[in-house]
């Protein structure tokens, strides 16, 4: 039995989208935004199965009238596709520039976010869990030039230097949540952006901790008060010592333990 020919082999079906617009208005960006996709990201040399969220946008030239949807989904169904090599932070300029030529743009930007995972290891009992970070990039090209950041929110623990100088005991400390981002000049890891946050902080967080994990993390970040400022500055300072890292900008939010509002502080550098 002959097999069907495909409809729009028999039938022209008019590309409404590549017909002209008369209102001469360039849109800066037009796209999918949102759409969930299930990606396989490489950090170093861990690989690990991820979902991203993901808004994939063009430049539209003003005498354009639409952009063509589903070529931006195709753009990261391929990247999904068994046997795919998994996305890193060097394949944004090739990606990009692929989404580029695909649709014809002038210009084009994505924005991929999503947990990627750490496995640790308990400072006394050595016992191994997973904490999440997550991971914002964005690449974009625009007149040529390309452009990439790489984003990290690490939780970690701060004490308040304040609560232990004036305390006879005890100090109030809570949990905190340092976000860089990055605009790299070299390779750049999302393990080391994970580092340079939990060594600016009182102390780092662990998913499992047995009673002597508990006992050296409380004194750790006893032995180690920070305010909000401080871990800014801290993080900030190796950035701006770090050849790989162009700007930056550092956050930390401080989700107080004693006050119904968060403490906030950020240094921005290079933008």
Request: proline residues 7%; aromatic residues 6%; charged residues 25%.
């Given at each position: 039995?002959?097999?069907?020919?495909?409809?729009?082999?028999?039938?022209?079906?008019?590309?409404?989208?590549?017909?002209?617009?008369?209102?001469?208005?360039?849109?800066?960006?037009?796209?999918?935004?949102?759409?969930?996709?299930?990606?396989?990201?490489?950090?170093?040399?861990?690989?690990?199965?991820?979902?991203?969220?993901?808004?994939?946008?063009?430049?539209?030239?003003?005498?354009?009238?639409?952009?063509?949807?589903?070529?931006?989904v195709e753009l990261l169904e391929e990247r999904a596709a068994p046997g795919?090599?998994?996305?890193?932070?060097?394949?944004?300029?090739?990606?990009?520039?692929?989404?580029?030529?695909?649709?014809?743009?002038?210009?084009?930007?994505?924005?991929?976010?999503?947990?990627?995972?750490?496995?640790?290891?308990?400072?006394?009992?050595?016992?191994?869990?997973?904490?999440?970070?997550?991971?914002?990039?964005?690449?974009?090209?625009?007149?040529?030039?390309?452009?990439?950041?790489?984003?990290?929110?690490?939780?970690?623990?701060?004490?308040?230097?304040?609560?232990?100088?004036?305390?006879?005991?005890?100090?109030?400390?809570?949990?905190?949540?340092?976000?860089?981002?990055?605009?790299?000049?070299?390779?750049?890891?999302?393990?080391?952006?994970?580092?340079?946050?939990?060594?600016?902080?009182?102390?780092?967080?662990?998913?499992?901790?047995?009673?002597?994990?508990?006992?050296?993390?409380?004194?750790?970040?006893?032995?180690?008060?920070?305010?909000?400022?401080?871990?800014?500055?801290?993080?900030?300072?190796?950035?701006?010592?770090?050849?790989?890292?162009?700007?930056?900008?550092?956050?930390?939010?401080?989700?107080?333990?004693?006050?119904?509002?968060?403490?906030?502080?950020?240094?921005?550098?290079?933008?």
């Amino acid at each position: 039995m002959n097999r069907p020919e495909s409809p729009n082999l028999l039938i022209p079906i008019p590309d409404v989208q590549a017909e002209r617009d008369e209102r001469h208005l360039a849109i800066e960006r037009v796209g999918i935004k949102g759409l969930r996709y299930p990606l396989p990201f490489a950090d170093g040399d861990a690989t690990q199965a991820t979902i991203a969220t993901c808004n994939v946008y063009v430049a539209l030239p003003e005498d354009q009238k639409g952009t063509h949807m589903s070529r931006l989904v195709e753009l990261l169904e391929e990247r999904a596709a068994p046997g795919a090599t998994p996305l890193t932070v060097a394949m944004l300029k090739p990606l990009v520039a692929d989404l580029v030529a695909r649709l014809s743009a002038p210009g084009g930007r994505i924005e991929i976010a999503f947990p990627f995972f750490v496995r640790k290891l308990a400072p006394v009992s050595g016992v191994a869990s997973l904490l999440d970070i997550d991971v914002q990039l964005t690449a974009e090209l625009a007149n040529g030039a390309f452009n990439a950041t790489l984003g990290v929110s690490v939780p970690v623990t701060s004490l308040c230097p304040c609560s232990k100088e004036i305390s006879e005991y005890g100090a109030h400390n809570q949990r905190s949540l340092v976000t860089i981002v990055v605009r790299p000049r070299e390779p750049l890891q999302i393990t080391d952006l994970v580092r340079i946050a939990e060594d600016a902080a009182s102390c780092e967080l662990y998913g499992i901790l047995k009673r002597a994990d508990e006992k050296y993390v409380t004194e750790r970040a006893y032995d180690n008060p920070r305010f909000v400022e401080d871990l800014v500055r801290g993080v900030a300072s190796r950035l701006a010592a770090d050849g790989r890292c162009g700007a930056f900008t550092v956050e930390a939010e401080n989700f107080e333990s004693i006050h119904n509002h968060s403490a906030y502080a950020r240094i921005a550098r290079g933008w």
